[in-house]
């Protein structure tokens, strides 16, 4: 376990790092694949957030990574989105579309996410 603390720590220290008062919005989501889907469709409909999420914060500094297990259960995956600034996650949060309803609804049939936690960073 904290082995795995250490490795999301490396991979969202750089992110963490982009705002310029040095603090980060960093949400987590622990999920799980449904039948049939692969990781990649996944991946896919992600960066199509991504994409669009980046477009309704108004920045480029909106970053996304999926961490999968080296070992163990392949099922279970994590999302690890990192945003500059609460400004920046709660202009995404709040953006409703045709485009992002559809987006939520292919990661509906793709997986199921039980668990998240929002964090805020500081740079010390």
């Known amino acids: 376990m904290k082995?795995?603390?250490?490795?999301?720590?490396?991979l969202?220290?750089?992110a963490l790092s982009m705002a310029d008062d040095h603090?980060?919005?960093v949400e987590f989501w622990k999920c799980e694949l449904?039948?049939?889907v692969k990781m990649e469709d996944v991946e896919a409909t992600n960066d199509k957030w991504l994409a669009l999420t980046r477009k309704t914060a108004g920045t480029e500094d909106v970053n996304s990574y999926v961490l999968t297990a080296v070992v163990g259960?392949?099922?279970?995956?994590?999302?690890?989105?990192?945003?500059?600034n609460m400004v920046a996650w709660a202009r995404a949060k709040d953006a409703e579309s045709e485009e992002s309803e559809a987006?939520?609804?292919?990661?509906?049939?793709?997986m199921?996410?039980?668990?998240?936690?929002l964090y805020k960073s500081k740079r010390q």
């Open 12 to 14: 969202v220290a750089p």
């Open 103 to 110: 987006i939520d609804a292919m990661f509906a049939e793709q």
């Open 34 to 36: 449904n039948d049939g």
């Open 23 to 25: 603090t980060a919005v």
């Open 112 to 117: 199921e996410c039980e668990e998240n936690r």
């Open 3 to 10: 082995k795995a603390i250490l490795a999301i720590a490396f």
């Open 73 to 84: 259960s392949q099922e279970t995956f994590m999302f690890v989105d990192a945003y500059p």
